[in-house]
């Protein structure tokens, strides 16, 4: 009997991103039992990637000695405008989807109820309920990866605002004509701050004839844009001044965001996760600290705790069982 | 009988600002009956400038013919960091005060109750409840003058945040290494799209060389500084280049100031308003509303208004008074 119960507390949590979709199996008590990795595929198209989603899910809980019919909801963080009613993802570029009733179809082909929320907000409500115990009243969460998103719960519930798009960090813009970003305008903190500006600069500064281990890491004539966050650490450590200088750069960009936020929302706690942090926290945190209480006005970041996330990469699939329990309670 | 009762509603809405003092005496249903004005004269200190705000009161009170014995309340905007709950302000930069207890030594010279906010907080409640009806959910009012202030409305309540210092807006970096603020950093809003930042701008320009209007409206030799918003709205409608394209990059940075607002929170209205804003509406509105909407992601802004208060330089001793009711309603 106590089996049977704890098996109706099942949920799958998944993490949609533009590259890799991660699924976990979660337990009573939000305990993470097992989970699962494909690639996206997004250039084969939207019908084919609900069917990865859908093969990721299902190999998680097999992983698990689950079935199907054992779990009760599945959550997912879309990298995108959600419109968490109706479960449709109305704009997602780094998929190329517009308008896709993703919760719909994946529901028919599991035959479980889906909920969709975006990444951003799925983060920091997995980040806010189960490594903060859902204490703090006000949080942001950033995430830093190949782009940058971000969640803020207010009044310990997410906020979504008028359009439920609230949280779009990313495209906050910090140097006005600065680099141009993947929206279309110029000096986003996405430019500045995210995988893609961090490899930008260094791939920029080599062909320009600066000299990096990664270019040794690499071998001559490798693109730079095979590296991963990892890379970068092994380069710092190897105390490569150019990686140094472009980590240090992101880092404080990332640190003026924190501090624009403390001035204008004044959460309690900012919660930093995502790939990148995951890789270079040693190397980025102090900076990124320094430079926001160094922003943020007289007495308005005091008691305010800026944090790195605990929850890695599993950030996303706590955040979408977190979503699914609460939408079945709710 | 009638009479009575309608004095009972007696208050008064305080705008303390860096340069004048503006009080107000509202009736029932927040209805303005006097006014009155009076310098600051901030380099006198502290004791001097409470003395001329309760000056300043009891003129009001006697330009509506009543008595302070008749007002129920006081509430007060000060342009700076407050506690609300101790009537402290924390912080005000621009009155050189620090832990300044003006709540509770106003009401000591006036034997009534004092209520004290932030500024921007004050102007943003004034809009919302009077001139909204209370009807947006979310609204964050945006005042360019001498500075930058804002107020948030969240759940059609103020939001205060952590540290009760929310809204400060006005330093948001836009323009990283950009002009230099009073604050201290570099090239937050306040810096490129304040009356300060404009009037700094046209002194650099005029200095280096360029023609304007402006000089001969205020004759060789006269320093920029004299000048007044309004004095920008006259050089505009000659036709001045100088003038426009100066007031024209204000209204850009403020529409990306909006840009990153409608991205990060998504309140349901934006309001702006201010003593720039009211001299200056009809040139900056149609520039701030369309860079605005450019700067927001795609779907982001959708039904979100961008509108200007109708309030004008009331906005200020409306929200105190609305500040004031609230608190004595508890």
């Known amino acids: 009997m106590a089996e049977a119960a704890a098996r109706q507390d099942v949920i799958v949590g998944v993490d949609?991103?533009?590259?890799?979709?991660?699924?976990?199996?979660?337990?009573?008590?939000?305990?993470c039992?097992?989970?699962?990795?494909?690639?996206?595929?997004?250039?084969?198209?939207?019908?084919?990637?609900?069917?990865?989603?859908?093969?990721?899910?299902?190999?998680?809980?097999?992983?698990?000695?689950?079935?199907v019919k054992q779990v009760r909801a599945v959550g997912i963080g879309a990298p995108g405008a959600v419109n968490p009613e109706t479960g449709e993802v109305l704009f997602a570029p780094n998929l190329r989807w517009k308008d896709a009733p993703l919760g719909k179809d994946l529901a028919k082909l599991l035959d479980v109820p889906v909920f969709v929320e975006n990444d951003g907000n799925v983060c920091a409500l997995g980040v806010h309920e189960v490594e903060m115990e859902g204490k703090p009243r006000s949080?942001?969460?950033?995430?830093?990866?190949?782009?940058?998103?971000?969640?803020?719960?207010?009044?310990?519930?997410?906020?979504?605002?008028?359009?439920r798009t609230a949280g779009e960090v990313g495209h906050m813009v910090l140097d006005v004509g600065g680099p141009k970003c993947g929206c279309?305008?110029?000096?986003?903190?996405?430019?500045?701050?995210?995988?893609?500006?961090?490899?930008?600069?260094?791939?920029?500064?080599i062909r320009d004839g600066a000299k990096s281990h990664l270019v040794d890491l690499l071998g001559p004539g490798e693109?730079?844009?095979?590296?991963?966050?990892?890379?970068?650490?092994?380069?710092?450590?190897?105390?490569?001044?150019?990686?140094?200088k472009v980590v240090e750069a992101a880092a404080e960009y990332t640190g003026i965001a924190i501090g624009n936020i403390i001035n204008f929302l004044n959460p309690e706690v900012i919660v930093l996760g995502g790939g990148?942090?995951?890789?270079?926290?040693?190397e980025m945190m102090a900076i990124i600290e320094a430079t926001a209480r160094d922003y943020?006005?007289?007495?308005?970041?005091?008691?305010?705790?800026?944090?790195?996330?605990?929850l890695g990469d599993k950030a996303g699939i706590t955040g979408a069982a977190v979503l699914a329990r609460r939408a079945l309670k709710g």
């Open 223 to 244: 693109a730079i844009t095979d590296l991963k966050s990892g890379d970068l650490r092994k380069a710092l450590r190897k105390g490569d001044k150019l990686v140094q």
């Open 276 to 282: 990148v942090m995951d890789a270079l926290q040693d």
């Open 33 to 67: 039992l097992a989970t699962a990795k494909l690639s996206t595929k997004a250039e084969r198209g939207y019908e084919a990637v609900v069917e990865r989603i859908q093969r990721c899910v299902r190999d998680a809980i097999d992983e698990a000695d689950l079935t």
């Open 296 to 310: 943020a006005m007289t007495g308005t970041a005091e008691g305010i705790r800026i944090v790195p996330s605990k």
């Open 184 to 205: 279309g305008n110029r000096g986003c903190f996405e430019a500045l701050a995210s995988r893609t500006a961090i490899f930008r600069e260094l791939s920029d500064a």
């Open 139 to 163: 949080l942001v969460g950033i995430f830093l990866g190949t782009g940058i998103g971000a969640g803020i719960i207010l009044g310990g519930e997410l906020h979504g605002g008028f359009n």
């Open 16 to 31: 949609l991103g533009g590259t890799k979709i991660l699924a976990g199996v979660f337990g009573a008590g939000l305990k």
